[in-house]
C-alpha cells in the first residue's frame, strides 16, 4: 500500500487548507483511514479518522468543529479540510491506513504516507 499526501502549504491565521492523500496497492475501501500530525519536538499525534464506509468520523478536541475528514472510495483518497487555522495547528500531517485499528493511536496503523507540511502563520 502506497500513500501520497498532497496540499500543504503557509496559511495565515483562521485561514483554510485542504490536504489530500492517493492511496494505491490495495483495495481503498477495506482500510480505515486517519490524519496524523507531529509538531517539532512533540510526538504525533491523532487529528481525525473515517471508517471504511465513510459513515462515521472521529476527531480529536483540539481539531473538533474546525476539521472535517471525508474520502472517495471511488478515487482511492481521503481529504481533509482545516478551517480556522490556529499557530498550534502547524506541523507535518501525516495520512495513516489499516484495516482494523484498535485505536486511534499512531502505532495502530501500519500504512503511512510522506507527511505534507502546514505552517499557520500569525
Known amino acids: 500500500v502506497q500513500l501520497q499526501a498532497s496540499g500543504g502549504g503557509l496559511v495565515q491565521v483562521g485561514g483554510s487548507l485542504g490536504l489530500s492523500c492517493v492511496v494505491s496497492g490495495r483495495t481503498f475501501s477495506s482500510y480505515v483511514m486517519g490524519w496524523f500530525r507531529q509538531a517539532p519536538g512533540k510526538e504525533r499525534e491523532f487529528v481525525a479518522a473515517?471508517?471504511?464506509?465513510?459513515?462515521?468520523?472521529y476527531y480529536a478536541d483540539s481539531v473538533k468543529g474546525r476539521f472535517a475528514i471525508s474520502r472517495d472510495n471511488a478515487r482511492s483518497t481521503v481529504y481533509l479540510q482545516m478551517n480556522s487555522l490556529k499557530p498550534e495547528d502547524t506541523a507535518v500531517y501525516y495520512c495513516?491506513?489499516?484495516?482494523?485499528?484498535?485505536?486511534?493511536?499512531?502505532?495502530?496503523?501500519?500504512?503511512w504516507g510522506q507527511g505534507t507540511q502546514v505552517t499557520v502563520s500569525s
Open positions: 473515517i471508517t471504511r464506509s465513510g459513515g462515521s468520523t
Open positions: 495513516a491506513g489499516d484495516r482494523a485499528p484498535r485505536q486511534y493511536f499512531p502505532y495502530e496503523f501500519g500504512y
